[in-house]
Each structure stands twice: as structure tokens, then as C-alpha cells.
């Protein structure tokens, strides 16, 4: 086994791989761009090595910067992580030339399965089902465009080279076909530095299988069971279970078979994942093979009680698989959620900030129930639009899948985060969808639940105000006692010669132009107790630290959790989160008699091109613009009918949230 590994990724899977190295007493060596220079993974890696500025091309996608760095280390073998070089050639061929093992398969077996076109044709050779479509070399658009009429629409046009839904788009129009593979190639180029696509069959309502495979220098292939990967949003993974519900014995069987067969056709060593695509009958169809670990990796870990990790390190070393396919079993079942940083009512974009707060859910391994959080980041971090917006992977493993919905459940509701938007409440309410309890799994299915996913805004719970009011008490004592320790006039108490003492907090939801304001009147009377008005209660606190309040709330205890955030006040209690604003009586707003018509940037990016021309009349929801943000694109539109009159930014140019786009002029009123 080598000593020195070098980690060629960042944030999770970094410290996923630092983990295991370390019980295996490996020395670890982690790489850093300017953005990431007291980023987790630097943190807890032995040793960190800067690659170059935020610009991943410029550092985690550099070859050259990172084999400089194994070498200036003295690192013995590399691991890639997944994303960004994890499954490319190049890098494993330089590092045989360097003398640096690759924690991966061989250059030849990426190059084979790496290309999502060269790869069908591989498995059509090796009688593998493949789903219907063009995967030839002629990228010219009007070629392209001809295949897909051929085919039939829908068609999903997706990158040779691509993962994690990036370059896919779905095309059930030929008029809306240029478009779209214009915008996937875009996104190809700036993803994976290579803009070929295919074009496929679009087969509607597919579960998404995935098979994890793992093969050695010794010439044994094994699988270790399959994944439900069904769950998705702009064709990227949301949640993962593992084993697949519902899955007949000897499909199970043959899938798991297939998967070893793609992976003994190419000579595979390492971990890879064989992923199919299942259509309503009950057909499979080989998808592709991403010739590295996957994120969702641990609902197999949690299943087997393996760590892929150790076992990847392991064959790098050239040691057999640990296990023959007979001795692979299973038991229980695990769900994983990838927790963002993004706004699902804003057609998922990414959030990026400070995380100010971050309390996840308690670790836990209690028998057959786990729950477990992996993640780079911790509070005081920061979300940034340099890189993927994931927070953290939430994995739970129950006795079956009812335990595990319930401990994924329970675990959502615990997670708190407070800086940026993210998709907890989100994936909350997609668990309890009835889809994913029945199950009745397949890629539409967040489609098809839109009305349970994106449900009416709820009225403002009393018990969401009065815990709200008494934390504001809590932290003026806090503020009090500090400012004079030991002063009688700290206490705060509510002693007056005669009258009532009184604490008067005004509160209002925290959503753009709302005013609807909500005053709580707590009066004092008697040790940490108060009459809260309107609704007449007694209230007491029994404890205020940071940031987590309990109180006794008419005969009820009330335990959440209150963050200030300027003039913002995040309240969690019960399981959801409510954005509130203090205001300041006193203040007098001054309003603007223009309208406001213009488009404003959901998140920081860039402005990738203009969909209309200025003077022109648009109606409300007409595309705009393109922009793209952590390589993904998002179209924006208009937000009323009217005239363009006019946009900001150029294409190229960078945008930070908030900043206005584009000015439509409402047409006058009549």
C-alpha cells in the first residue's frame, strides 16, 4: 500500500477520501484553488498544495498544476474524486508517465466508456440493450437536427462527454431543437471542454438504474447491487436509494449480470457504475458508464457495510478484490438527499453566501439505523459561484424502507441553515410526496408532484411570532449583561414605580413588498415571564443560548431555534423554517412611483447571450436570457408583458444577485 495520497478534488468527496485514508494510515495531500484556500478538505488534509486561481480550468481541471503538486509532494498515487478530471484519459496517462499511481481505471477503459457514443457502440458489440438514437460523429446542427426527426420526438440531446445533467435537454418540438443544442453545447464546452452530444430516444416516464461494478488487476469483476436514481430535476440526481423498491429477483440478476459484463468488456479496475435506463414494460436499456466513484456511493456503502473508498485504494495498490461476488450480500435499505444551495421556486438557482448558520442533524449509528452527513463545508464557509452549490449528502439506512423514509423524514426537519437559500423544505415535502412513499418511482416524478412540491404559502403560525418575540427579549438581556455585568440595571427585569414594563417587538414575513406587520406585546411579570398580546398567554423562558430558545408557552413547551441576520430572523420550529423581519417603528420608507419592470439576477453568474431584441413587445414570460452559474444555464424571462427597452449586462459579463438585467416597459393602461 502507498503512504502519500493526493486528493485531486475538493469540498465532499474530498473529505469522503480523506476519512478512509486516514483510518488506513495514509498520509493525505489535498489541492486548493484561491477560493478554496481555507476551504474543509484543506483543513483536514495533512498537507495542501495551491493550484491556481478560482477559475476550476485554471486550477482543478489543470493537469499540469495538479501533477506539479504530486510531484513537489512526493504523492504516490492520485485520487480524482468525481467530476471535474475524475474521468479523464489525459490525467491517468499522465500520471503513468509520472510515475503516480491513478486511483482509476486505465486511460483505454476511460477512453472506451468516457465517450457516452463510443461506449453504446461498445455494448451493441457485446449484445448489451441500448436505448434508440444517433451517436455518430457528424455534429454539424442540420445533421443533427435530421437524426432527431428520424428518431422521433421527444429526443433528449445529451454531451458524449457529460454527467450530472449537465449538457441535457429534453426537445419535444423540431422548432425548439436549434436552440436547445445550441445551449447544450454551450454547456458541454464549459462543463467538460468538449461540445460533441448525441442524440437518444426520449422515453417517457424511465426509472434510472445504476449498477456499481468494481474490477481489479487480477482480472475478477464483481457488482455490488443496484441504485434508484429515478428522482431527478434538469436530468441531475436529487435522491438515491439503494436496493431499488420494487425491482423483480430476476431483473436484479440479469441488470447486475449486464453491468459486469460492460465492465469485463473493457477490462475495468476500479470502481465504476453501470447506468441503465428501465422503460414502463419493464425493459432495460444500457445509458452509460461513469468510469469513477459515484456522489450517491454511500446508499451502497450503507447496504453492504463496505467502504468503496478503501476498496478503490486497494486495487490501486494492486491487491485483489476483497470480496467474490458470492460473498457480497445486503440487508436494510438507505435513501441519500443532496442538500443544496439553491431556490426551488425559482426554478432551482444556485444560492450563494456566507453559511452563517449550519446545524445539521446529529450523526447517528444506533444498530441497523443510521444517519450520516458527509460534507465539505462547515458554518463560517461559504457557498461560492465558482463551484457546485452542494451543502452536504444526507444518507440514512433503516431496517427497510419504511424506517428509512421515516429517519430521512425526521433528519430533514432537523437540518438548519441560515446565509443561503437552500432545498431542504423542498425535499421535506418530496419524501412525503405519495410517488416516493408508494413507490411509484420514475424521472417525471417532481413533475408530476408540482402541486405537493410547490404548495400555497402558509399563514404565519402564532407560536412562529411569540418564540420570535421572546428570543428578541432573550438577546437583549444577553446584550444588557455584557454591555455592564453585574448591574442591577442589566437585568432587565421590569421593575417600575408604577406602570407596567413592556417589551413591544413588531415583526413582519420577510418576502419582498410584504408589509403585513405583526406587533407581539410582551409584558413582565415575574422571572423570565411575560403576557404575550395579542392572544393573552403566558410565556416563560427556560433557556436562550446559541441561538436555540425554549419556552413555556401557554401550559406547552416550545423548544426552535431564532438566527439574526441583520434585520432578518430565521425561525425553525417544528420542522420548518419562517423568514421574519424586525422592523423598526420608527422608520419611515420612501416609495418610488415608477414600476418597477425590471428582470433581476436570481444568483451570481455570468450572461451567456440575449434571446430578444431590444424595442420589441414581449409577452409576460417570454425568454430573455441566457446565464449560466456554476456551469449549469438557466433562461430567464419576461416578467410582464411589454416593451424590451433596454439590458445591462452584455453577454460575456458577470452579474451578482440581485442585480437587474433587463428593463421591460409595461405597455399603458387603457
Not at 82 to 88: C, I, K, Q
Not at 510 to 517: K, N
Not at 583 to 589: E, I, S, T
Request: aromatic letters at 6%; a negative charge; one cysteine or more.
Amino acid at each position: 500500500m502507498f503512504n502519500r495520497l493526493l486528493i485531486a478534488n475538493r469540498g465532499e468527496i474530498a473529505c469522503r477520501i480523506i476519512k478512509t485514508a486516514r483510518r488506513m494510515g495514509i498520509r493525505t495531500i489535498a489541492v486548493y484553488s484561491d477560493a478554496d484556500a481555507t476551504a474543509r478538505h484543506v483543513r483536514l488534509a495533512d498537507e495542501a498544495v495551491r493550484i491556481g486561481p478560482a477559475a476550476a480550468r485554471e486550477s482543478y481541471l489543470s493537469i499540469e498544476a495538479i501533477l506539479a503538486a504530486a510531484k513537489s509532494t512526493g504523492a504516490e498515487a492520485l485520487h480524482p474524486g468525481y467530476g471535474f478530471l475524475s474521468e479523464n484519459a489525459d490525467l491517468a496517462e499522465a500520471c503513468a508517465k509520472a510515475g503516480v499511481i491513478f486511483v482509476g481505471p486505465t486511460a483505454a477503459s476511460i477512453r472506451a466508456m468516457g465517450s457516452k457514443s463510443s461506449a453504446k457502440a461498445l455494448m451493441v458489440k457485446a449484445n448489451v440493450p441500448v436505448t434508440p438514437g444517433y451517436h455518430g460523429d457528424d455534429q454539424a446542427p442540420a445533421h443533427l437536427a435530421t437524426e432527431a426527426a428520424r428518431i422521433g420526438f421527444p429526443v433528449l440531446i445529451k454531451a458524449t462527454a457529460g454527467g450530472g445533467g449537465k449538457g441535457m435537454r429534453r426537445v419535444d418540438r423540431a422548432e425548439d431543437f436549434e436552440a436547445n443544442l445550441a445551449s447544450c453545447k454551450r454547456e458541454a464546452a464549459s462543463s467538460f471542454g468538449d461540445d460533441k452530444v448525441l442524440i437518444e430516444k426520449y422515453i417517457e416516464r424511465p426509472r434510472h438504474l445504476e449498477v456499481q461494478v468494481f474490477g481489479d488487476t487480477h482480472g475478477h469483476h464483481v457488482h455490488l447491487f443496484e441504485r434508484d436514481c429515478s428522482v431527478q430535476r434538469r436530468h441531475q440526481k436529487v435522491l438515491e436509494e439503494a436496493p431499488a423498491p420494487d425491482l423483480p429477483v430476476e431483473m436484479r440478476a440479469q441488470m447486475g449480470a449486464t453491468a459486469v459484463l460492460a465492465a469485463r468488456t473493457v477490462d475495468y479496475v476500479g470502481a465504476g457504475t453501470v447506468e441503465f435506463i428501465v422503460d414502463p414494460t419493464g425493459h432495460f436499456y444500457f445509458m452509460e458508464m461513469n468510469t469513477r466513484l459515484q456522489v450517491e456511493h454511500p446508499v451502497t456503502e450503507e447496504i453492504t457495510g463496505l467502504d468503496l473508498v478503501e476498496w478503490q485504494l486497494k486495487v490501486a495498490a494492486g491487491e485483489p478484490l476483497p470480496l467474490a461476488q458470492e460473498q457480497i450480500t445486503h440487508s436494510g435499505h438507505s435513501i441519500e438527499a443532496r442538500v443544496y444551495a439553491e431556490n426551488p421556486d425559482a426554478g432551482f438557482a444556485p444560492s450563494v453566501g456566507p453559511l452563517v448558520y449550519l446545524a445539521p442533524p446529529a450523526a447517528r449509528d444506533a444498530g441497523v439505523e443510521q444517519v450520516r452527513v458527509d460534507t465539505g463545508v462547515e458554518q463560517g464557509d461559504a457557498i461560492t459561484a465558482s463551484y457546485d452549490p452542494m451543502i452536504a449528502k444526507l444518507i440514512v439506512r433503516g431496517a427497510d424502507r419504511a424506517e428509512a423514509l421515516r429517519l430521512m423524514r425526521d433528519a430533514l426537519a432537523a437540518y438548519q441553515v441560515v446565509g443561503v437559500t437552500t432545498n431542504l423544505e423542498f425535499l421535506g415535502r418530496l419524501v412525503r410526496t405519495k410517488s416516493f412513499t408508494t413507490p411509484d418511482l420514475d424521472t417525471s416524478l417532481i413533475e408530476r408532484e408540482h402541486e405537493a412540491l410547490q404548495p400555497p404559502p402558509a399563514e404565519l403560525p402564532d407560536d412562529v411570532l411569540r418564540l420570535a418575540a421572546l428570543a428578541e427579549i432573550a438577546d437583549r438581556w444577553h446584550v444588557a449583561a455584557a454591555a455592564e455585568p453585574g448591574s442591577p440595571w442589566s437585568r432587565l427585569d421590569g421593575f417600575r414605580l408604577s406602570g407596567t414594563s413592556a417589551h413591544v417587538i413588531t415583526l413582519r414575513a420577510a418576502a419582498p413588498g410584504s408589509d403585513d406587520r405583526h406587533e407581539v406585546r410582551a409584558e413582565h411579570v415575574g422571572r423570565a415571564t411575560y403576557r404575550l398580546v395579542p392572544g393573552d398567554v403566558t410565556a416563560r423562558i427556560t433557556s436562550a443560548a446559541s441561538h436555540r430558545i425554549a419556552a413555556e408557552i401557554a401550559g406547552r413547551a416550545i423548544h426552535g431555534t431564532v438566527v439574526p441576520l441583520g434585520t432578518k430572523r430565521h425561525v425553525f420550529l417544528g420542522g420548518r423554517k419562517w423568514e421574519l423581519e424586525l422592523v423598526d417603528p420608527l422608520y419611515v420608507a420612501t416609495s418610488s412611483s415608477a414600476a418597477d419592470g425590471g428582470l433581476r439576477a436570481p444568483m451570481s453568474g455570468k450572461v451567456v447571450t440575449h434571446l430578444a431584441k431590444l424595442g420589441e413587445t414581449v409577452a409576460k414570460g417570454a425568454p430573455l436570457l441566457v446565464m449560466e452559474a456554476m456551469k449549469m444555464e438557466i433562461t430567464l424571462y419576461a416578467p410582464h408583458a411589454g416593451k424590451l427597452a433596454s439590458f445591462r449586462y452584455a453577454p460575456g459579463e458577470q452579474v451578482a444577485e440581485g442585480e437587474e438585467l433587463a428593463i421591460v416597459e409595461a405597455a399603458p393602461a387603457s
